[in-house]
């Protein structure tokens, strides 16, 4: 089961932009891959996050070892 969920903030732990978990590990890709056996759909096993850089949307494949959440209420005080 992935550690983060989907829409939740995190950040690679040694630091860096706040950023949304757009795809967890385990969901369905909508991708294929071929071969001689048939189709098999491909699964993700990272997490794909999304953030801006000044006014581009980014986004980056992470494992779940290189991320930590990030209370966003605790940063609100």
């Known amino acids: 089961m992935a550690k983060f969920g989907k829409g939740e903030i995190v950040q690679l732990k040694s630091g860096g932009p706040d950023m949304t978990v757009d795809i967890c590990p385990g969901e369905r890709s909508g991708y294929y ?3 001689w056996t048939g189709r098999k759909e491909i ?7 999304l953030w801006f850089a000044e006014n581009d949307l ?4 992470f494992d779940e070892d290189a991320l930590t959440s990030v209370n966003l209420s605790a940063e609100k005080t």
């Open 43 to 49: 699964i993700w096993h990272r997490y794909r996050c």
């Open 33 to 35: 891959e071929f071969s």
């Open 58 to 61: 980014q986004s980056g494949n």
